[in-house]
Every structure is written in C-alpha cells, then in structure tokens.
T-cell receptor
Framework: DTGVSQDPRHKITKRGQNVTFRCDPI?????LYWYRQTLGQGPEFLTY????????KSRLLSDRFSAERPKGSFSTLEIQRTEQGDSAMYLC???????????????FGPGTRLTVL | AQSVTQLDSHVSVSEGTPVLLRCNYS??????LFWYVQHPNKGLQLLLK??????LVKGINGFEAEFKKGETSFHLTKPSAHMSDAAEYFC?????????FGTGTKLQVIP
C-alpha cells in the first residue's frame, strides 16, 4: 500500500500519560499535515510541515502537543499529560506542493483514534 | 480571516433525485476550495477541487461544484443520487498555509 499510513490506529490511555503517534506520508510528498477530528465535527488543522520545517501551528496546538518531522519523511505527534478533552481522531495528510500557493490534493491516512480515560 | 460554512448538517434525498450540498466561504486570499467525502470508518477522499481555473469543477462519481466568487459559494451537486453516495461531505477552504474544514453535511439517500 503506497498511501498515507498512521500508527497506531487506536490508542487508549489514562489521563496524565504521554502518547506518541506516527504518520508515514506518501514517499514523494514534501508536505505533511496533522488534524484533529472530534465526533460530529470536521477536521481541525493542527500543524503543517514542508519537508522538515514546521511552517504553521494552530492555536489549538497547546504546549502539551509537539510535532516533528526530523528527516522530512515520517512525522510524530506527541501529546504530553493527556487530558480527557484530547480524545479525538488524529488525522495525518500529505501532499506534493511547490513553493507558494495553491496546494495540490491532500491524501489522508486512516487516522489514530485516541481515547483518554 | 478564513472560514467555511456548510449550511446544512443533514440532507436527505431519494435515490435518483438531485443532490445539493451548500457551502459558503470567506478568505482574505484567493483560496483553493475542495470537497472531501468521508464514508463510515474510512479515510477522507477528495471529490473535487477548485484552484482558480474553470469555475465549474467536475469530480469523481458524477459530482460537480461551481465556484461563484460574487456569492462566495462552492455548492456541491450531483444530478442523480446513488445509495453509495450516503456519507459525510466536507467543504474545505485553503488559503496561505491555512486549511479550514467545514463542519460537514451528512447525506442520507433513501431507497
């Protein structure tokens, strides 16, 4: 499968624990996005990388959240000291973009569903 | 500022009848506009996109959308609904380094 993959698909954790999610984009894609989707809502943009550079962060991304893309390929999203409000589906998407705007199609992964007890 | 409003949270149509899912947007830049579909327990899939070329955009599965700058709308249509179209649909606006999804419209198709 050459699509976007995410690991794990499901994560159950206790409040206060740290969790880390991984996203592997389509190999030639230089842009990578993280979103959060809660029940009944559309995905909310969290952050965006172009290659290894994190170019945009939403104010939703509190200081408990950190994302990296160290070699411009896979990315990790870490949530420290999880809270029940962090329970959501975390989506990753990748695209192939040239400098500037507009962007090309984003291909989405299946998501990681986080449940914080 | 950038926002997108999907005017209907639920739409119900009979199989074989037209589909209209409404989307209004605002953006400080000339935006790109997209429609995505999400079937239950499946990932988001792009239906179509507008990127300042033709204002009438054709997508997959017989869907199309018309960009109307004056009305700041990007409504999604299909002439004849199929049972397999039942899903949730998201209108998306992309400005400079910022992506905003609408809250979604759930389409129900009645046999």
């Amino acid at each position: 499968d050459t699509g976007v993959s995410q690991d794990p698909r499901h994560k159950i954790t206790k409040r206060g624990q740290n969790v880390t999610f991984r996203c592997d984009p389509i190999s030639e894609h230089n842009r990578l996005y993280w979103y959060r989707q809660t029940l009944g809502q559309g995905p909310e943009f969290l952050t965006y990388f172009q290659n290894e550079a994190q170019l945009e962060k939403s104010r939703l991304l509190s200081d408990r959240f950190s994302a990296e893309r160290p070699k411009g390929s896979f990315s990790t999203l870490e949530i420290q000291r999880t809270e029940q409000g962090d329970s959501a589906m975390y989506l990753c998407a990748s695209s192939l973009g040239t400098s500037g705007f507009p962007d090309n199609e984003q291909f989405f992964g299946p998501g990681t569903r986080l449940t914080v007890l | 500022a950038q926002s997108v409003t999907q005017l209907d949270s639920h739409v119900s149509v009979s199989e074989g009848t037209p589909v209209l899912l409404r989307c209004n947007y605002s953006s400080s830049y000339s935006p790109s506009l997209f429609w995505y579909v999400q079937h239950p327990n499946k990932g988001l899939q792009l239906l179509l996109k507008y990127t300042s070329a033709a204002t009438l955009v054709k997508g997959i599965n017989g869907f199309e959308a018309e960009f109307k700058k004056g009305e700041t709308s990007f409504h999604l249509t299909k002439p004849s609904a199929h049972m397999s179209d039942a899903a949730e649909y998201f209108c998306v606006v992309k400005g400079y380094q910022k992506v905003t999804f609408g809250t979604g419209t759930k389409l129900q198709v009645i046999p």
